[in-house]
């Protein structure tokens, strides 16, 4: 069976004003050929106006067209690239993942604590949930975790307590599974059910995670402050783990940033596919892993040696 086509957006950390800000790669796994299909600095998508986007993140597909999310906005392409449409909300604020169920599509707005649930043959945004630490010296670690839902198509009221901007939680990844809404963030040490039948904790994870959800019985992760992809199960025992794709030092450029603005070997973006785990780092890289065939991965490509290039979404190509 030959190895799929994955959509990988990307994110160019540290860039400046009038650079490229990322964009968007089509990559054939099999054969290692890849081209970029949408720059953020396109004519079509101008920097005045997009907030404070950096590039492109969460994919979607719906009835034929493509829905890419970036910041503050939703654009929509045809499978061409050719821009369609685009939705913007005043509570959708640097989305990270985003997650097509049926004919709603769930965004992470990591600026808000919120995950934003949009209607997209309505293009409508029907519903928002908010998941925000709040200081409480009565509970273990003087924080508490109050979750509460809101209408992101009409204005904050006392009828409509939708949230003020602030990341306490840096809710970055979303997920639906038999019914569930399930979130996750950098600074959350769980997988959270937010709605629908399995509220609650589902299991827990490190902090410093991406693209954190259910998988199978249990959880699959990128572990992005360990570089390590981790599959577990619900009680946090890990089954398997996969290494971050990393290179020598002098083939990369930009290696003069610090850290913790841009580093090789930083994880986001992952799909799988039958017993197959396929995972974005930095820079620019996706790699395929096999389950039950060691740590490594069977077949890695590379479309810049530039460590500001960060994936972040990923995606299987459906046309």
């Not at 509570?91 to 949009?118: G, I």
């Not at 990844?173 to 959270?192: E, F, K, M, P, Q």
Request: net charge negative; proline share 7%; with cysteine.
């Amino acid at each position: 069976m030959p190895l799929p086509t994955v959509l990988m957006t990307d994110v160019i950390r540290s860039a400046h004003q009038g650079a490229s800000h990322g964009g968007a790669y089509l990559i054939d796994l099999e054969s290692g050929a890849h081209r970029k299909v949408l720059d953020w600095n396109t004519a079509d998508i101008n920097w005045e106006g997009r907030g404070e986007g950096r590039g492109l993140r969460g994919i979607a597909f719906h009835a034929g067209l493509i829905h890419v999310a970036a910041s503050d906005e939703v654009f929509v392409f045809d499978p061409d690239f050719r821009p369609v449409r685009s939705h913007r909300n005043e509570y959708l604020r640097h989305c990270h993942e985003t997650f097509l169920d049926a004919d709603t599509l769930l965004l992470t707005s990591t600026a808000f604590d919120s995950v934003l649930w949009f209607h997209v043959p309505s293009g409508t945004f029907t519903r928002g949930v908010c998941l925000r630490f709040y200081d409480d010296p009565k509970v273990p670690g003087g924080r508490r975790l109050v979750s509460h839902a809101f209408d992101p198509s009409k204005p904050r009221s006392g009828d409509n307590p939708a949230p003020e901007r602030g990341d306490t939680c840096h809710i970055n990844s979303v997920w639906v599974s038999d019914g569930t809404v399930y979130a996750c963030g950098t600074s959350l040490n769980r997988i959270l059910g937010i709605d629908g039948p399995g509220r609650g904790v589902y299991a827990p994870v490190p902090t410093w995670t991406h693209n954190a959800r259910p998988y199978q019985d249990g959880v699959i992760y990128n572990s992005t402050g360990a570089e390590h992809v981790i599959i577990a199960d619900r009680s946090g025992v890990e089954r398997e783990r996969f290494h971050a794709v990393t290179y020598d030092r002098a083939t990369l450029t930009s290696t003069d940033l610090p850290a913790d603005y841009a580093r090789q070997g930083f994880l986001r973006g992952l799909t799988t596919v039958d017993d197959l785990v396929i995972v974005g780092s930095s820079p620019s890289t996706v790699s395929v892993y096999q389950r039950g065939k060691g740590p490594e991965p069977i077949r890695s490509v590379n479309v810049s040696r530039d460590i500001r290039n960060s994936p972040h979404g990923l995606e299987l190509w459906p046309f």
